[in-house]
């Protein structure tokens, strides 16, 4: 359940409490009057009704200047819901501005970030050459390129396209310092491509595919029903984080086949990643609020859908003729 603390005008009242009824909160109450003219309500609702709550408080008191909504956890709450509410807060979706506040925060561009690549590329790169699973699992469980990829996603659904700009950008600079700082291990270690760990990423098929798909529908899973974010994120790290290390270590070592191959990898796993979590956002309704901003967002999720499926069906053609060509 969720604490939704209201500052608005005297005069909406009625309003908030009306709202309050049609969400079926299990508490209002209203404070007094400040000498501002402005009146502190809160209302106790469930999860599953919150996404309501906020776009009707938002619609309803999107002119007053001085109005404000904030959302407060609540740990318990006694005496306990029955067992069928339960279940239904249990299956509830995270409100929107939830998700984009924690989506928006992973996708920033900073040093943070940046340092969490370079982190997790050493660890990665050093364990790929050195044929250390356990190593390359460290690597993973760091994750910096899950938020990117989320917020890239998340943008598509809600046509945010600062959002997108920003998603985009933040991964394309986490890759290539990456990718950089891989090809820099790639020059400086003795031999590096003699490892099963690395060769085994150079090479792709459908079970690639799979896998990414896999990977980008559990991310978008655990964050809009609250699953395990950290269990997602290595999900996610395994499908991104290891080719794009591998590919910096081949290009580093001058394998440049080995490269192409790693490289072929890692943009099937960023296009199923994106496609995968794309499809979750969409059938689990996140949208924006506005009808106008709905059709927009629509339009561009229409696109980039499309894109992203033509994208994959040429990287596995792509496989496939150099699978034929081995052959």
């Not at 508490?27 to 996404?51: A, H, I, K, N, Y």
């Not at 590329?121 to 993973?140: K, P, R, S």
């Not at 989320?150 to 290539?176: E, F």
């Not at 689990?284 to 696109?303: C, F, L, N, Q, Y």
């Amino acid at each position: 359940m969720k604490y939704v603390e209201v500052v608005l005008d005297d005069s909406s009242t009625r309003t908030v409490a009306t709202i309050a009824g049609k969400a079926r909160a299990v508490d209002l109450r209203v404070g007094p009057v400040g000498p501002d003219g402005l009146r502190t309500t809160r209302l106790l609702v469930g999860d599953d009704e919150l996404q309501f709550v906020l776009d009707a408080l938002q619609s309803a008191l999107g002119a007053q200047p001085g109005a404000r909504i904030v959302v407060l956890a609540v740990e318990t709450i006694l005496p306990q819901p029955d067992e069928a509410k339960r279940r239904k807060e249990d299956a509830a979706i995270a409100a929107r501005e939830a998700l984009y506040e924690s989506v928006e925060r992973s996708a920033q561009l900073d040093l943070n970030f940046l340092m969490l690549v370079i982190l997790s590329t050493v660890v990665a790169a050093i364990g790929l050459i050195e044929d250390n699973v356990a190593v390359v699992i460290g690597a993973m469980v760091i994750a910096p390129l899950l938020g990117p990829n989320l917020a890239l996603s998340l943008a598509t659904a809600l046509g945010d396209t600062v959002l997108m700009h920003k998603a985009v950008r933040t991964l394309i600079v986490g890759i290539a310092v990456a990718v950089a700082l891989a090809a820099g291990v790639g020059m400086l270690w003795p031999d590096p491509t003699a490892s099963r760990e690395l060769l085994s990423r150079t090479e792709s098929g459908v079970d690639a595919v799979v896998l990414a798909l896999a990977s980008g529908t559990a991310a978008a899973l655990s964050l809009t029903t609250g699953l395990s974010s950290v269990l997602m994120g290595v999900m996610v790290a395994v499908a991104l984080l290891p080719p794009a290390a591998t590919l910096g270590i081949m290009l580093g070592d001058g394998n440049l086949a080995a490269a192409m191959g790693a490289g072929l990898l890692l943009l099937i796993n960023i296009v199923c990643v994106n496609l995968a979590s794309k499809l979750v956002f969409y059938l689990k309704g996140i949208h924006p609020r506005t009808w106008v901003a709905k059709e927009s967002a629509r339009r561009a999720m229409r696109v980039y859908v499309i894109g992203w499926i033509v994208t994959l069906v040429i990287l596995v053609l792509i496989i496939h003729a150099r699978s034929s060509f081995r052959m």
